[in-house]
């Protein structure tokens, strides 16, 4: 479908520019709401960047999805916990840190 879908992008110039609008529209996404929360709460600076939140994580469900790998709870878990709050937080995880939560390490 994704495949898809990019075709029909460039034939069709008004649903090419209707998604992306929709893509680029920061204010369609969870991550503004979900990053001003924590700043508020104190758990990540108050100047941290909603867009890079939201184009890292899109990207990351894109590529799953075209693979057909599923958005699952251990996807979900692991997009959050070993790539956005250290993003967001500038602390990245050990390589023994992410093996205890994924099983895996990074490769370097």
Known sequence: MMTGLVHAMRTDAHLAETLR???????RGPFRTIVERAAARGEVPA????QLAHQVAEGQIIRRTILGQPLDHDFLTDLVDNLLVP???R?????????RTTGRTHRR
């Open 87 to 89: 993003l967001l937080t």
């Open 21 to 27: 609008s929709h893509v680029a529209d920061e204010d």
């Open 47 to 50: 100047h941290t960047s909603t």
């Open 91 to 99: 602390t990245f995880p050990t390589d023994e840190e992410t093996h």
